[in-house]
């Protein structure tokens, strides 16, 4: 793997054969798909582009990257390595080193992905949230019952959907796909074939040497991707302050409690100040713009908190700090990459009395 400066996209589906309960149900075979990347494309009822079509107003983000995490860029055929807060959307794709793992959010949704591992973005946008677990395994946590019937994770061996909020684990070896309930249902959906899976079922579905699959109902795993896991579920129980002024399928606000604090605003209602920043510091100083189909260059801040206040809302001054000002308290609020403008080739120098503005809407933009 090397290292260039771009995002990522591509999309695999297959089909397989399924022994179910000792019954043979005929389906094309389908092998496991390769771990390089190809262009984009529609295969088995399944288009992946970003031409010709308006961006989505909903976002996933990067959040958490351990170890090495890349995301491959389909202008260079190369894997990059992946930064927190980017981005992520329809097309992009994730792979995580032996001693990495890598953390995703869509509002209040998570999905976390263990070492050794490999997840494709098929599909994000207002009405569905569509991955492809290519190798290795992930995990799902679905907070909202109606965002998760919008919910659905592909492999090799069919599509498993959520009826409701809950933790869903996936493992995929070359020859098998694992899927576990911690808690909720799951529906498997195979070649005429169906499953439900429920709270505290794994189901191991495997393939046989003529490339058919039968499926068994086992223990659930235990291992260290389990115990991360459920560290990460007990640090974020408590209910987030920042939900009192946000929805939380605002993109990006579960960090906003541990590193700033909130307060009123007598002309911009509640607003949020970050803590621990450099004295003279203001917003989009600290992190790069980087080229993310399909907005188009994007702010990436470096602040493990520096993803929703860049991409939704505004930045005001109030005396000598910055603070964040989200508006309106909006159910589903539209992403923005940063539409901050300046002329003559430069940044914009900030100064008391301005304000940095990226609309909940589309077509916001900076202002002086």
């Given at each position: 793997m090397t290292s260039v400066n771009k995002s990522s996209h591509r999309a695999v589906r297959g089909s397989v054969a399924l022994l179910m309960c000792g019954v043979l149900l005929q389906a094309p075979a389908c092998a496991a798909p390769p771990y390089d990347a190809g262009p984009v494309g529609s295969q088995d009822g399944y288009t992946v582009s970003t031409q010709d079509v308006d961006p989505p107003g909903r976002v996933g983000r990067l959040s958490e990257v351990l170890g090495q995490v890349w995301i491959y860029s389909p202008e260079d055929r190369e894997w990059i390595s992946a930064e927190r807060n980017r981005p992520l959307t329809t097309g992009d794709r994730l792979s995580t080193d032996a001693l990495g793992r890598a953390e995703m959010r869509v509002g209040s949704t998570v999905v976390r992905l263990d070492s050794s591992s490999e997840l494709e973005v098929l599909r994000l946008d207002d009405d569905r949230l569509r991955l492809q677990l290519h190798r290795g395994s992930s995990m799902v946590r679905l907070r909202d019952s109606e965002l998760a019937a919008q919910f659905e994770m592909v492999t090799a061996e069919g599509r498993f959907k959520a009826d409701v909020a809950g933790g869903y684990r996936f493992d995929r070896a070359p020859n098998n796909t694992q899927a576990t309930v911690i808690s909720g249902q799951l529906?498997?959906?195979?070649?005429?074939?169906?499953?439900?899976?429920?709270?505290?079922?794994?189901?191991?579905?495997?393939?046989?040497?003529?490339?058919?699959?039968?499926?068994?109902?086992?223990?659930?795993?235990?291992?260290?991707?389990?115990?991360?896991?459920?560290?990460?579920?007990?640090?974020?129980?408590?209910?987030?302050?920042?939900?009192?002024?946000?929805?939380?399928?605002?993109t990006g606000i579960e960090d906003l409690d541990r590193h700033g604090r909130w307060d009123q605003d007598p002309e911009y209602g509640a607003v949020w100040i970050p803590r621990g920043v450099a004295a003279g510091w203001a917003p989009y100083t600290t992190g790069r713009w980087t080229w993310v189909p399909p907005w188009g260059w994007t702010w990436v801040d470096v602040a493990p908190w520096g993803f929703a206040p860049f991409h939704y809302g505004r930045w005001v001054h109030r005396g000598s700090i910055w603070a964040w000002a989200p508006g309106s308290y909006v159910a589903r609020p539209i992403y923005a990459p940063a539409l901050v403008g300046w002329a003559g080739g430069r940044p914009p120098v900030r100064r008391p009395g301005v304000s940095i503005d990226i609309s909940i809407g589309r077509g916001g933009g900076w202002f002086p």
């Open positions: 529906n498997y959906e195979g070649r005429s074939q169906a499953l439900t899976i429920t709270a505290g079922q794994r189901a191991e579905f495997l393939l046989d040497s003529n490339a058919r699959a039968q499926y068994a109902i086992v223990e659930p795993k235990r291992d260290a991707f389990a115990l991360w896991n459920a560290d990460r579920d007990r640090y974020e129980r408590d209910e987030l302050a920042s939900e009192r002024y946000v929805s939380p399928e605002m």
